[in-house]
């Protein structure tokens, strides 16, 4: 009887693990999509930790999702809704506004949090092995969480203000991709040179606090357009967060004008950064134990 358990005991001695090598890159680096997808369910830990990790012991909880966005609302329906007079294309302003900042506030902290993702985990980078891409992303992706709740407040407004939406309300989640997409394309750029530069996380504030004043948020995109000769409108377009904006305006309030040619504008441009920010950052991914 002891025969077969000699032999079972020399199989689990002579089974190995699965060997993975790992070897420099060369040339221009594959984008590497395919390992990504193997490790969603990494991807799905690394949101929900964050998630937690941000509502922790607060009192408030997720209401800051809905404090955030609704009091920064009142401070621009104050200032520029009453007392500069923008105009709000026939919308009321509080509303109006609200529209814009809810995919501002998801491009916004999504960006924040990408730029110094890695760094962050610089830990993890250096002792384990897995796609690196995992990190930005789902730095971007937990950040729906608070746009969800933040949504649902929208929906209660506009049922108070009585505007009823179009079919357009079901494109809705494709401009929320395009928000997320946008960050993460400009968030790859902005992690990767982080890595080696790292006053890089100290500029960030102040280019998204620029940001938001050459987006159309608090004001119409028609007070800049009809101001610009008709040749050179398209040049507001190659703001990412300008289509973004008048998407959301067009899917919820039913905003018309220029709105096509911006979001074509606009989405082109993040096709073009996220491709080139995934190629330099797989160019450098090689470097970031190294020099994190």
């Not at 922790?56 to 007079?85: D, E, N, R, Y």
């Not at 980078?125 to 995992?134: A, I, T």
């Not at 028609?222 to 305006?249: A, H, K, Q």
Request: overall charge positive.
């Amino acid at each position: 009887m002891s025969e077969p358990l000699v032999t079972q005991s020399a199989e689990r001695r002579t089974a190995r693990p699965p060997l993975v090598t790992i070897e420099p890159l060369r040339g221009w680096a594959p984008l590497g999509l395919h390992e990504l997808w193997k490790c969603r369910e990494l991807i799905y830990f690394f949101v929900w930790r964050d998630v937690k990790i941000r509502y922790k012991q607060t009192i408030l909880g997720a209401a800051w999702a809905v404090l955030q966005p609704l009091l920064t609302m009142v401070v621009f329906s104050v200032i520029f809704g009453h007392l500069a007079g923008l105009p709000s294309d026939g919308t009321p302003y509080p509303i109006f506004t609200y529209t814009a900042l809810l995919p501002w506030q998801l491009f916004a902290y999504a960006l924040s949090q990408t730029a110094i993702s890695l760094v962050s985990h610089q830990q993890l980078l250096k002792k384990v092995y897995f796609p690196r891409l995992v990190i930005p992303v789902s730095a971007v992706l937990c950040w729906v969480v608070d746009f969800s709740i933040g949504f649902l407040v929208l929906l209660v407004m506009m049922v108070y203000y009585g505007i009823v939406p179009t079919l357009a309300i079901f494109t809705v989640p494709l401009f929320v991709v395009f928000a997320m997409v946008a960050a993460l394309a400009v968030g790859l750029w902005l992690a990767t040179l982080n890595v080696q530069f790292r006053d890089v996380r100290y500029a960030i504030p102040f280019l998204i606090q620029f940001w938001l004043f050459i987006t159309p948020v608090a004001y119409s995109s028609s007070l800049i357009l009809d101001r610009m000769p008709e040749r050179w409108r398209f040049l507001y377009g190659l703001n990412p967060m300008t289509g973004v904006v008048e998407g959301f305006r067009w899917a919820l309030l039913g905003k018309s004008g220029d709105v096509g040619s911006l979001i074509f504008i606009s989405a082109l441009v993040v096709v073009g950064l996220l491709l080139s920010g995934v190629i330099y950052f797989r160019r450098m991914e090689g470097t970031f134990s190294d020099v994190v």
